[in-house]
């Protein structure tokens, strides 16, 4: 019995020295690690697609990583079989695009940001970076040599033992091998980082479309086949197009004639890893293209608010002001409205564009049908995308029908001289705003006119008709007219002489009143994920400045109850001594008129636990 006693002590005294120094190495790591408190990081994770896994230079144990989580020197990021993950670095608009199953480690040494690619591919845009003269230096260290990606976009791999293909989308890049011989890969050329230096491509196989730097947009309503283009290959090789949604695993899908150097091929909506192989007509293989990566997104036209198909407008002017509504979505650079006024689309009557704006006011309409459509145009493609066909009728209401006819009639005696009169507003002062009651302020030029007793003003909204307003007398050519709330106003001047009679006159005026909009949401950096603290609590946060803003306010929440509410000048606040745990935090703009703007998305800020290890435990302790 003593003897099973001594041996239950020497085991449970074993496991907890195991322990003991499991925990003191741990800290000490621990406390390297927490030394990034003082550190800029190299970059912040953007885009995360399944499991992405992260080791700080001083751990041996992978942990997941999350968007927005900041990433230091000597880190090492590996994705999984589906994992894909975007890096944007610091400094700069360059980023980079780690494909599934690879593993890079990031690193800082003399002044540049190094990439060890360990296994895998990546995607590499460094030549969106480069007019910052501030930003480091990118380079690619291998076995063999280092790559300089400083000004490329470059597409990277690894290749057979310590190689590495580096394909050049855009740009240049500088290759110099471990023997000091430097060269140069420039735009389309391809070629691998060997032990033996830099070897070039030896089939020089240009793509001449799709473009590789861009993604394949494509109406979501009519997908099409895409021309796959090429140069190159001997002109009597048979060219076959193998693809797949990953390097190794590529099947042939299609097959062009001997001679031809085109194929139209039917992809789905989706990322896809595609390759060239070219075979002589007994078979054998006359070469092949590098590996590329091409991604066909769904694109789509502008959602029309009104006019609504079909629809019959009442008019109640002649001619009529027609107004179109849209929305447009986040990623579209430009819009154009078209307009016909028949059906074969052989007579247009207005092609306008816009970049920002949700409505357009078209002037001058007669009673018909019309006929008209929207386009998009995508910030990463030049393709554009048509919307439908579609139309609409405007019809005269019968009591214009009438005025139409009594102004028809014919005119009275002659009566004094009329001279036009002009408002001496600028365009910027057509849309006018307010902050606490809504107003009109014109004025119109009183040049050459003489014998003129006072002005007579009419200021109505858009749904109605001068006639049914009672004109304004004023002396001055200036007015500050109070309007009932904000909208769309059209206004007019007469000059009258002391008799009533009317000397001068001016066309209608469109004026805008609309409310003094609120600042819209400042947003965090980075702009996605959660933000992530410190091991040791503090949590740096950081936003965007907006124009017109008098301060921040920011407010921190735990489980629905607010910590903290805080107003800053600056765009970035350390907090310190946060608790571990998930916090979620809203950021606004206040203007200078001390309103609030727009409350940005609520974010996820994140304060770890200093430990997530494990006690050890005993397993199979054999007791006699």
Do not use: C
């Not at 896809?272 to 091409?294: D, F, M």
């Not at 028949?342 to 949700?358: C, H, M, V």
């Not at 998009?376 to 009438?402: A, H």
């Not at 200093?610 to 007791?623: F, Q, Y």
């Amino acid at each position: 019995m003593k003897n099973q006693v001594k041996r239950l002590v020497v085991a449970a005294i074993s496991s907890s020295s195991v322990f003991a120094l499991t925990w003191i190495w741990y800290q000490s790591t621990d406390k390297q690690q927490n030394s990034h408190t003082n550190e800029k990081p190299l970059a912040y994770v953007g885009k995360v697609v399944d499991d992405i896994q992260r080791r700080p230079a001083t751990r041996l144990l992978w942990q997941l990583v999350n968007s927005g989580e900041p990433l230091y020197d000597g880190e090492a990021i590996r994705t999984s079989d589906r994992g894909e993950v975007r890096i944007q670095f610091t400094d700069s608009d360059r980023y980079l695009d780690l494909e599934p199953e690879s593993l890079i480690v990031i690193k800082k040494s003399q002044g540049e940001i190094a990439l060890d690619l360990m296994e895998g591919s990546l995607f590499v845009n460094a030549k969106a970076g480069n007019e910052d003269g501030n930003a480091p230096g990118l380079v690619l260290n291998s076995a063999n040599g280092k790559v300089d990606l400083s000004q490329a976009s470059a597409s990277l791999s690894k290749g057979s033992g310590n190689s590495v293909d580096v394909q050049v989308l855009e740009g240049k890049a500088s290759v110099k091998s471990k023997d000091g011989k430097s060269q140069e890969i420039s735009t389309g050329s391809f070629g691998a980082l060997g032990a033996s230096g830099l070897q070039f491509d030896k089939n020089s196989v240009k793509i001449t479309s799709p473009n590789l730097q861009k993604p394949v947009a494509m109406n979501a309503d009519d997908l099409q086949p895409i021309p796959i283009k090429w140069s190159g290959f001997p002109a009597d090789a048979q060219v076959s197009l193998f693809t797949g949604t990953n390097r190794r695993e590529m099947r042939e899908m299609a097959k062009a004639p001997a001679g031809d150097s085109v194929i139209m091929a039917k992809l789905p909506f989706g990322k896809h890893y595609w390759k060239l192989v070219a075979k002589s007509a007994n078979g054998e293989s006359l070469g092949e293209s590098p590996i590329y990566r091409t991604e066909i997104q769904a694109r789509y036209a502008p959602t029309v608010t009104f006019p609504t198909a079909d629809v019959e407008i009442p008019a109640h002017t002649n001619p009529f002001d027609m107004t179109f509504k849209w929305q447009k979505s986040d990623d579209t650079r430009q819009m154009t409205l078209q307009v016909w006024s028949d059906a074969k689309l052989t007579q247009p009557i207005a092609t306008k564009t816009f970049t920002s704006e949700d409505s357009y006011t078209m002037p001058g309409l007669q009673e018909g049908t019309y006929y008209w459509r929207m386009t998009s145009y995508f910030n990463d493609s030049d393709k554009p995308v048509l919307g439908k066909m579609q139309k609409f009728s405007v019809k005269f209401t019968e009591m214009l029908k009438q005025a139409s006819a009594e102004a028809a009639a014919p005119t009275p005696a002659p009566k004094p001289e009329v001279k036009p009169l002009a408002f001496t507003m600028t365009e910027s002062q057509m849309t006018q705003y307010f902050v606490d009651s809504p107003k009109v302020n014109m004025s119109w030029g009183a040049e050459n006119m003489q014998n003129v007793s006072a002005y007579r003003v009419r200021l109505h909204d858009e749904t109605q008709t001068a006639a049914d307003v009672q004109p304004v007398e004023v002396k001055e050519n200036k007015l500050t007219a109070a309007v009932p709330k904000p909208g769309r106003y059209i206004a007019s001047i007469e000059a009258v002489d002391k008799d009533g009679q009317v000397v001068g006159s001016g066309t209608s005026q469109a004026i805008t009143v609309t409310p003094m909009p609120i600042l819209k949401a400042p947003l965090f950096i980075p702009n996605e994920g959660p933000l992530q603290a410190s091991m040791d609590g503090r949590s740096t946060l950081e936003w965007n400045k907006i124009d017109g803003a008098a301060d921040y306010e920011l407010v921190i929440k735990k489980d629905g109850k607010e910590l903290k509410r805080t107003k800053y000048k600056n765009t970035s606040t350390a907090i310190r001594n946060l608790l571990p745990g998930e916090y979620e935090v809203m950021i606004s703009a206040q203007d200078t008129y001390g309103r609030a703007g727009e409350t940005g998305p609520v974010r996820k800020l994140i304060v770890p636990d200093k430990s997530n290890l494990k006690a050890p435990t005993l397993k199979k302790i054999k007791v006699n």
